[in-house]
């Protein structure tokens, strides 16, 4: 989601003049929910519906995510703002920085370092694109051995329409603590925030960033020693919210200077009751829950399942309410002004269980699209002022004289030149000592060709950039190496969703290890480049 990062590009924005066709619709939705108690700070899990929001992709201006949370280190009378801040944000969703973007969102890890020194997106993919400040591109290591991660973004399958996407942050002790870091008087933990996920092509543990990449920026924080995520739990009363930067909206005045408003075909997606069901199952596990297990398992104690154990989770309740920041720029008017869109004339944020939260629409202002699946809220819009505020108002098309100048802006993506591609550098630890296996290609559904190579899991750039000396690394390896053995993607990790259906991830990322690097190796992309 890249949460203040997009604000930060969103303010820029607003301060800019903007043509007619420029205007934005942008805005946050809530999510409340019930507090649990901060013991259960050992990571969360929770399922969020996936869906093509815009009917087109209306280009690199888009910016938005789909439901997601922010994860901070538990840390009471900690501020998370300016200076201290550091989390994991990530989610569904696009991005200005997507270079092979379809209507189908993708899913990006959002990890981000002592204020906002460095972020990180998944392997090989963080802030800025040059590998001589890498700012979170060596972050995040590769665990599975079935999952290529491009550094675009993990892809969905083309054409997922409201499917259910489950994933999940858990702590797996891969490392170890340590009070000093490469000879540096700053401590590091042994958290490895571990991504799971829960689809119907793949199940189980995908990727983990390392304790030093959260750690090492408190080098010149003596304060923040041992508060950030690589030791802290996590403070499990997170905010769920769905983060919308720029939809593409026009504005117009009638004979009597009533402004209209259209914006771009925005849709939810909606089942046979009517429901739109967006959140499910937001659930959060003490330590015991798997962490403390595995720690056993790796000192030589019993194999275990990976399962996460129930018994040592609270799922989370929410409330049945909601709230909305939508709003639409009003074109010429002071840049921080946000008129709100009336959200609540057409959507009813509504608790569908104790542990599902989603919406109920006023039928007669949303239409269904496409087979029934989505509905497509109200396009046209007047700028009421008759209140104590303004806001925008939803009209039928009938109601809109000027709706003809309104249609003439097209929302299409402009023309775009081909992506520049995602390379990898061509030395150093990409060499030293470098892949076992590879370079294999495939295509992907986004129509960008990935390359990518096999490393034995110790040599892989990102745990190279970890911090560990030569003998903690050979122990990492060995404890992933039962991972390997013991972990298939094909069972239950995180409890499964109890409605809805499971999203897919592009089938061509699932891959299988050639015979003999099945245990202990995983494979890293080194390229991703338009179709040639």
């Not at 507090?35 to 815009?54: I, Q, R």
């Not at 690589?230 to 200077?257: C, F, H, L, W």
Request: some cysteine; aromatic content about 12%; overall charge neutral.
């Amino acid at each position: 989601m890249r949460h203040l990062t997009a604000h930060l590009v969103f303010v820029l924005l607003l301060a800019a003049p903007l043509a007619a066709q420029d205007d934005l619709m942008a805005g946050y939705l809530g999510v409340p929910m019930k507090k649990v108690p901060t013991e259960f700070g050992g990571g969360y899990s929770m399922y969020v519906a996936a869906w093509p929001l815009l009917d087109r992709y209306p280009g690199s201006r888009f910016q938005t995510g789909l439901f997601g949370t922010w994860m901070f280190a538990e840390n009471e009378g900690l501020d998370h703002g300016g200076k201290n801040y550091s989390d994991i944000e990530g989610g569904l969703g696009w991005w200005r920085d997507t270079r092979f973007a379809t209507e189908t969102p993708k899913f990006i890890m959002g990890g981000v370092a002592l204020g906002f020194s460095a972020w990180a997106n998944g392997p090989g993919a963080g802030k800025g694109r040059d590998w001589a400040r890498p700012q979170g591109k060596y972050a995040v290591a590769q665990l599975s051995p079935w999952v290529l991660w491009p550094p675009d973004g993990l892809n969905l399958a083309q054409g997922t329409c409201g499917e259910l996407f489950g994933y999940g942050y858990l702590p797996l002790p891969l490392a170890e603590a340590r009070p000093k870091t490469e000879g540096r008087e700053y401590p590091t933990g042994d958290q490895c925030w571990t991504l799971f996920l829960a689809t119907a092509n793949f199940k189980g543990p995908v990727a983990f960033f390392t304790p030093h990449f959260f750690a090492r920026s408190t080098a010149e924080r003596p304060d923040l020693h041992g508060k950030l995520l690589d030791a802290r739990p996590a403070d499990p009363n997170r905010q769920i919210q769905m983060e919308t930067q720029y939809v593409p909206s026009t504005t117009r005045a009638d004979g009597e200077k009533r402004l209209f408003a259209r914006v771009a075909a925005t849709r939810f997606p909606v089942d046979a009751k009517g429901d739109s069901v967006l959140v499910h199952r937001v659930t959060s596990y003490r330590r015991a829950a798997l962490a403390d297990a595995v720690a056993a398992w790796f000192a030589g104690g019993e194999a275990v399942s990976g399962r996460v154990a129930d018994e040592e989770s609270v799922r989370h309740e929410f409330t049945g309410k909601g709230w909305s920041s939508w709003h639409i720029k009003r074109p010429g008017g002071d840049s921080k002004e946000k008129i709100p869109v009336d959200w609540s004339s057409f959507a009813t944020p509504h608790a569908l269980d104790a542990h599902t939260f989603g919406y109920r629409w006023d039928e007669k202002l949303v239409a269904r699209t496409d087979e029934g699946r989505l509905v497509r809220l109200p396009r046209y819009y007047e700028l009421d002022e008759s209140g104590r505020k303004p806001r925008w108002v939803p009209r039928a098309a009938g109601e809109v004289p000027v709706r003809r100048a309104l249609d003439e802006v097209a929302f299409a993506a402009p023309k775009r030149r081909p992506a520049e591609p995602y390379v990898t550098p061509e030395d150093g630890v990409w060499k030293k000592p470098g892949p076992v296996a590879g370079p294999f290609e495939i295509e992907l559904g986004d129509g960008s060709v990935v390359t990518y190579a096999w490393f034995r899991f110790a040599d892989q750039p990102a745990i190279l950039n970890a911090g560990l000396t030569d003998e903690e690394r050979e122990r990492m390896q060995e404890r992933v190496e039962l991972l390997h053995r013991h972990w298939t993607k094909d069972r239950d990790y995180l409890a499964p969703p109890t409605r809805g259906t499971l999203a897919s991830l592009d089938p061509a990322l699932v891959v299988a290890p050639p015979k003999g690097l099945e245990i202990g190796h995983v494979p890293i992309v080194i390229r991703q480049g338009p179709r040639k």
